[in-house]
């Protein structure tokens, strides 16, 4: 089983709408959750971390749930500029440092 | 204040071959982690480097091998390369005492 699994989409959605996508994780001792935006052919970039009792940043919206290991990202009134791939991104901390990412999310916004 | 660069953008190399790829980390970081991205896949954690020691090791062979330099940069070596060694290899530097990964935009390495 991997150890963090997303729907790949792709999600198309017009500007203006609201997307939201969730992902999973295996281990239930991981300690840090994040979302990295990933533009074609570049390098991931954090776009937010994600707490425990859900967190906003704009218009993004993330939520944490610890008791069925899944995350969610929200984002409401999509631009164009919102299109890209969204990766899930766990840490077990604890002397763990790897990052153990998802496979993506894609979102397309269209015009 | 520069972030994290990598060295060579593009790579392309010939089965069975060595490869040698450079990073060098954000200022004020002292930690090197590199991850493997096949397409259409999310990165893969290959090792991470702090103090000139490896630190953690993911899931590869021992083709992949690195090493961190006393101002903290650092190479990735791969021998014997593979077709299934095709991939987007980031670098992604942090400082050990605190959270958060700073990515390097990458080497595309390409195995013919």
């Known amino acids: 089983r991997k150890e963090v699994e997303q729907d790949p989409g792709p999600f198309n959605v017009p500007e203006g709408a609201t997307v939201a996508f969730n992902c999973t994780y295996s281990n239930s001792a991981s300690q840090s959750f994040f979302w990295y935006r990933q533009d074609c052919r570049k390098e991931p970039k954090l776009l937010m971390s994600?707490?425990?009792s859900g967190n906003e940043d704009g218009r993004f919206t993330a939520q944490l749930n610890r008791a069925s290991q899944y995350i969610s990202l929200l984002i409401r009134d999509s631009k164009l500029s919102d299109s890209a791939t969204y990766l899930c991104v766990v840490n077990k901390r604890a002397n763990d440092y790897k990052l153990s990412f998802g496979a993506g999310t894609t979102v397309t916004v269209r015009a | 204040d520069a972030g994290v660069t990598q060295s060579p953008t593009h790579l392309i190399k010939t089965r069975g071959q060595q490869v040698t790829l450079r990073c060098s980390p954000k200022?004020?970081?002292?930690?090197v982690s590199w991850y493997q991205q096949a397409l259409g896949q999310g990165p893969q954690f290959i090792f991470q480097y702090y103090e000139e020691e490896e630190r953690q090791r993911g899931n590869f062979p021992d083709r992949f091998s690195g090493h961190q330099f006393p101002n903290y940069s650092s190479e990735l070596n791969v021998n014997a390369l593979l077709l299934g060694d095709s991939a987007l290899y980031l670098c992604?530097?942090?400082?050990?005492?605190?959270?958060?990964?700073?990515f390097g935009s990458g080497t595309r390495l390409t195995v013919v």
């Open positions: 994600v707490y425990s």
């Open positions: 992604a530097s942090s400082r050990t005492d605190a959270d958060g990964y700073t």
């Open positions: 200022s004020g970081h002292d930690t």
